[in-house]
């Protein structure tokens, strides 16, 4: 049975039908007011606590959001390169331009002949800005920053128009990787986020344009695939009363990690068969890098596991398992493949944050919801403070270096442009 977690809030004020469009008014000027004058970062956690007495006003919030953290993220150096990892920008900015000189039918083409990076609906939007609004760089580069992130808060507000507020706050700093998806790896991360909006629209709100949504995913980056076959596993059996039960669905988890596992083997095979060392290569890795891997998979397992087994649950929670064991059986039995699982392991990772999130709302009380958030929003600035000093993020470079700004909002980034 799917929960809408239409729980009672906390401390929600009891309102006559005047008064709440009166604070619905208000709350919307609040959010918009709030985003221009302060870090958006600190401005969803301020509203998140907001949100705990009072409803938040759709569109308010996700408009005024989703600029001022499009500007956040738009103010920066590209190209860059920090810790281990490098700016994917520049490359995207090359296909932008490269996409001037077709036409529809042609980026739809090149995708069939050249399907790896020539996703046609990535492209498509790249053509759109271009022959709709005579788009150049900088206006590429604001646009896909502002879609991204209209995407994610719409997303949210699908899974749980109660909780959006709050489920931000779990993104951003509960799971690691969440920025970083944002800051450069946009196509596999556009891809996440349009899934993320199906399986609202589709589980949550009981829509038929999610599946759609989900399904046309891998046309954003061909990675997804794996994601829309497990969403189909999910909902084959769960049709066949498999996921009645919590042993049955154990059971239908453990054999779908074992045929994906077993499909991913095959796959190795024949790529050894034909010598394709550039590719094999990628199942290759160091003692220490595979003794890490082990330790992620096995308390992955435990976590979720025990989440499963000893608190309530409902299917949405039970859809997300089924998005994490067929990654953690690849990574067990391929524990050196780093350029293959983490692909799917880091998209997949900031979900984490929002299952076990949604495992506290459907088992424990939500009186403690204020505490809750503090800690986490404390604990994961604490996180991406040490990141940031350490220059082993790409927080460093986001609002012109001044991502622990807390004035940072609208207002002072447009006069900074």
């Given amino acids: 049975m799917l929960t809408n977690l239409n729980l009672a809030k906390p401390y929600v004020l009891s309102l006559s039908k005047s008064q709440k469009l009166d604070y619905g008014f208000v709350s919307g ?42 500007l956040f993220f738009y103010s920066r150096e590209y190209g860059v390169v920090w810790a281990a990892s490098s700016d994917d920008i520049p490359n995207y900015l090359i296909y932008f331009h490269s996409d001037d000189y077709l036409s529809i039918n042609d980026i739809f083409l090149r995708f069939f002949s050249f399907p790896s990076g020539t996703e046609p609906l990535w492209h498509l939007l790249c053509w759109l800005l271009i022959n709709l609004f005579n788009a150049g760089s900088n206006d590429f ?32 700093f509960l799971t690691p990787a969440s920025i970083d998806g944002l800051f450069h790896i946009w196509r596999q991360e556009l891809a996440l986020l349009i899934y993320l909006i199906g399986i609202g629209v589709a589980m949550v709100k009981r829509k038929k344009i999610g599946f759609i949504l989900i399904y046309i995913t891998p046309l954003f980056h061909l990675s997804f695939i794996f994601f829309v076959f497990l969403f189909f596993c999910f909902n084959f ?35 050894e068969s034909t010598g394709v060392s550039a590719i094999t ?40 398992l089924v998005l994490f064991f067929p990654i953690l059986g690849i990574m067990f039995v391929f ?26 709302l459907l088992n424990y009380p939500s009186k403690y919801m204020g505490l809750l958030m503090l800690v986490i929003f404390l604990s994961g600035s604490v996180r991406l403070y040490f990141a940031y000093i350490t220059k082993l993020s790409c927080t460093q470079f986001l609002a012109h270096g001044h991502f622990f700004d807390p004035s940072m909002g609208m207002i002072k980034l447009l006069i900074n442009l």
């Fill in 281 to 320: 290569g990628y199942f290759e890795g160091t003692t220490e890098s595979k003794i890490r891997v082990f330790i992620v998979v096995i308390v992955n397992a435990a976590i979720l596991l025990y989440s499963f087994f000893k608190l309530n649950t409902d299917d949405l929670n039970k859809f997300f």
């Fill in 29 to 70: 000027l609040f959010c918009i007011a709030v985003f221009f004058l302060v870090n958006p970062f600190l401005a969803i956690f301020i509203i998140a606590i907001v949100s705990l007495y009072t409803d938040i006003p759709k569109w308010p919030y996700i408009i005024s959001a989703s600029l001022s953290f499009a």
């Fill in 237 to 271: 059996y769960k049709n066949k009363k498999i996921t009645n039960t919590k042993f049955k669905y154990f059971i239908f988890l453990m054999s779908v990690s074992a045929l994906v596992s077993l499909f991913y083997f095959t796959g190795i095979t024949i790529l």
């Fill in 335 to 360: 524990p050196g493949s780093d350029s293959i699982y983490q692909r799917l392991y880091v998209a997949i990772l900031p979900i984490l944050g929002i299952y076990l999130f949604r495992c506290y």
């Fill in 141 to 172: 580069l604001f646009s896909y920053y502002l879609i991204l992130f209209v995407c994610l808060f719409t997303g949210f507000r699908y899974l749980s128009e109660k909780y959006f507020a709050l489920f931000v706050i779990i993104f951003f």
